[in-house]
């Protein structure tokens, strides 16, 4: 079992930046692969960023490569969203998500439901 908890979410001028986190109970946190996904209001839940189990292999939605980076730091359970240059429309509940993995691997997830665990979400607001 692996609880998530994110962090880091508010409100941010467009142009501006935000860090979000999510820590990660349980002693086998690099056994997962882990994503974030994200939620904006009237919309379906979308795959944002992923990263495998070591951090070697990293995975980015169109709409958002080159100005978010996922990162993780397996000693402390944690993995990370630094979100730049962002836009009114990258408003929305972000989710970091655990995928347990049997043989590590490259790691990437674009889909909700492969997924075990999530967190409860965090609010990144973007005024224009």
């Known amino acids: 079992q692996v609880q998530l908890v994110e962090s880091g979410g508010g409100l941010v001028q467009a142009g501006g930046s935000l860090r979000l986190s999510c820590a990660a109970s349980?002693?086998?946190?690099?056994?997962?692969?882990m994503g974030w996904f994200r939620q904006g209001p009237g919309k379906e839940r979308e795959f944002v960023a992923g990263i495998n189990w070591g951090g070697g292999y990293t995975y980015y939605s169109d709409s958002v490569k080159g100005r978010f980076t996922i990162s993780r730091d397996n000693a402390k359970n944690t993995v990370y969203l630094q979100m730049n240059s962002l836009k009114p429309e990258d408003t929305a509940v972000y989710y970091c998500?655990?995928?347990?993995?049997?043989?590590?691997?490259?790691?990437?997830?674009?889909?909700?439901?492969?997924?075990?665990?999530w967190g409860q979400g965090t609010q990144v607001t973007v005024s224009s």
């Open positions: 349980g002693r086998t946190f690099s056994s997962y692969a």
């Open positions: 998500a655990a995928k347990y993995e049997h043989s590590r691997s490259s790691g990437y997830y674009p889909r909700a439901y492969e997924y075990d665990y």
